[in-house]
């Protein structure tokens, strides 16, 4: 019961960090380097879930006033999600500066398998 | 064994995250600077939306910034593949007429929620960033349905040039007429919740719809000419 309790408690904080690890995972194992970049956008999608879940304020609605009074105390923070605005654009300069290095580094070796460029092998 | 190793690292940074995490109560109010902003973010801003009078006028600066690194990931992205060898042009088969027409008949609908989406990112939920995203994506349906066309460079440049320019210029005119910092909000705050209100924020948030649009629009077009 407490178990459950824990898990229903931080359900969101669990997932997140799942996504990051599993991002990580990838990072570390995986050898195509395609494979990589989009193990660095899983890990990108954990972090930003994160940050959200960490502004949630239960039973919370978005923080935008209508003509319908919803009250200024069940609003969720702004502030993690201006934050996470921002790291989803960072995100996607990150993901075509990756994905056109991955390119060139095709053209140049022709192949994509971490392995075999030898420059990079660790 | 490269496996083995990564999962064990990985279980201890896990175990180090969780005794970390579980100090932060799920759903519990903590900052105090949102709920200043949620209680006084109408009055000082005029925006509906906290979280665009958040990114844009209290925050507009980290904002300008953002963009910066955006448009320097296009620089990089055209960089890196403009010393490319270019490939023998292949024949392009062009798209068939259902396919072509649908493109054509969707491009200025998704335009149009685009800026939308833009237009009223101080009322609704939405802005900039996200609106320009939507714009670019009507590109990429272009270049995946319509096969052959190509956005103009010169005229995408020459957009987002112009649609930086005015943001920066909105922010030194706040600098110069009345406040004492970068993008002091010196036009009428209008009405809550009518199109015209808010003073800057529209119009930062349009010159950066317009900025993000041209940019990634940009970029997919240098990644689909290579592949």
């Given at each position: 019961?407490?178990?459950?309790?824990?898990?229903?408690?931080?359900?969101?904080?669990?997932?997140?960090?799942?996504?990051?690890?599993?991002?990580?995972?990838?990072?570390?194992?995986?050898?195509?380097?395609?494979?990589?970049?989009?193990?660095?956008?899983?890990?990108?999608?954990?972090?930003?879930?994160?940050?959200?879940?960490?502004?949630?304020?239960?039973?919370?609605?978005?923080?935008?006033?209508?003509k319908i009074d919803i009250g200024i105390t069940s609003m969720v923070d702004p502030v993690p999600q201006a934050l996470v605005l921002t790291a989803i654009v960072i995100g996607v300069a990150v993901l075509a500066l990756a994905l056109s290095l991955a390119i060139r580094l095709y053209h140049h070796y022709g192949t994509l398998n971490l392995r075999k460029?030898?420059?990079?092998?660790? | 064994?490269?496996?083995?190793?990564?999962?064990i690292i990985l279980a201890i940074v896990a175990l180090g995250i969780a005794l970390c995490v579980i100090n932060i109560p799920f759903g519990a109010s903590k900052t105090k600077v949102g709920n200043y902003y949620i209680e006084k973010g109408r009055e000082q801003t005029g925006a509906a939306n906290i979280v665009t009078s958040v990114v844009v006028n209290?925050?507009?600066?980290?904002?300008?910034?953002?963009?910066?690194?955006?448009?320097?990931?296009?620089?990089?992205?055209?960089?890196?593949?403009?010393?490319?060898?270019?490939?023998?042009?292949?024949?392009?088969?062009?798209?068939?007429?259902?396919?072509?027409?649908?493109?054509?008949?969707?491009?200025?609908?998704?335009?149009?929620?685009?800026?939308?989406?833009?237009?009223?990112?101080?009322?609704?939920?939405?802005?900039?960033?996200?609106?320009?995203?939507?714009?670019?994506?009507?590109?990429?349906?272009?270049?995946?349905?319509?096969?052959?066309?190509?956005?103009?460079?010169?005229?995408?440049?020459?957009?987002?040039?112009?649609?930086?320019?005015?943001?920066?210029?909105?922010?030194?005119?706040?600098?110069?007429?009345?406040?004492?910092?970068?993008?002091?909000?010196?036009?009428?705050?209008?009405?809550?919740?009518?199109?015209?209100?808010?003073?800057?924020?529209?119009?930062?948030?349009?010159?950066?719809?317009?900025?993000?649009?041209?940019?990634?629009?940009?970029?997919?077009?240098?990644?689909?000419?290579?592949?």
């Amino acid at each position: 019961m407490n178990f459950m309790n824990f898990i229903s408690n931080y359900i969101y904080y669990i997932g997140a960090f799942g996504l990051v690890f599993i991002g990580i995972y990838i990072i570390l194992v995986k050898r195509n380097l395609i494979k990589v970049i989009i193990g660095l956008s899983i890990l990108d999608t954990g972090v930003n879930l994160f940050l959200i879940s960490v502004g949630y304020i239960s039973k919370g609605t978005a923080p935008i006033f209508s003509k319908i009074d919803i009250g200024i105390t069940s609003m969720v923070d702004p502030v993690p999600q201006a934050l996470v605005l921002t790291a989803i654009v960072i995100g996607v300069a990150v993901l075509a500066l990756a994905l056109s290095l991955a390119i060139r580094l095709y053209h140049h070796y022709g192949t994509l398998n971490l392995r075999k460029i030898k420059e990079q092998r660790w | 064994m490269r496996r083995i190793i990564s999962i064990i690292i990985l279980a201890i940074v896990a175990l180090g995250i969780a005794l970390c995490v579980i100090n932060i109560p799920f759903g519990a109010s903590k900052t105090k600077v949102g709920n200043y902003y949620i209680e006084k973010g109408r009055e000082q801003t005029g925006a509906a939306n906290i979280v665009t009078s958040v990114v844009v006028n209290y925050r507009g600066f980290d904002t300008l910034g953002e963009v910066t690194v955006l448009f320097v990931a296009a620089i990089g992205v055209s960089t890196v593949l403009a010393t490319l060898k270019k490939k023998t042009k292949k024949e392009v088969e062009p798209a068939s007429l259902v396919l072509s027409t649908g493109c054509r008949f969707l491009f200025p609908l998704i335009l149009f929620f685009g800026a939308y989406i833009f237009i009223y990112g101080h009322l609704s939920p939405g802005g900039g960033f996200q609106g320009g995203a939507v714009i670019a994506s009507a590109f990429l349906l272009t270049y995946l349905g319509c096969r052959g066309k190509r956005i103009s460079e010169k005229r995408s440049k020459i957009t987002e040039s112009l649609s930086g320019l005015v943001f920066i210029v909105v922010g030194l005119i706040g600098l110069a007429v009345g406040g004492h910092y970068f993008l002091y909000n010196f036009l009428p705050k209008g009405v809550l919740f009518s199109l015209f209100s808010a003073g800057i924020i529209p119009l930062i948030y349009i010159a950066i719809g317009f900025k993000v649009g041209s940019e990634i629009a940009g970029i997919i077009d240098k990644l689909v000419e290579e592949s």
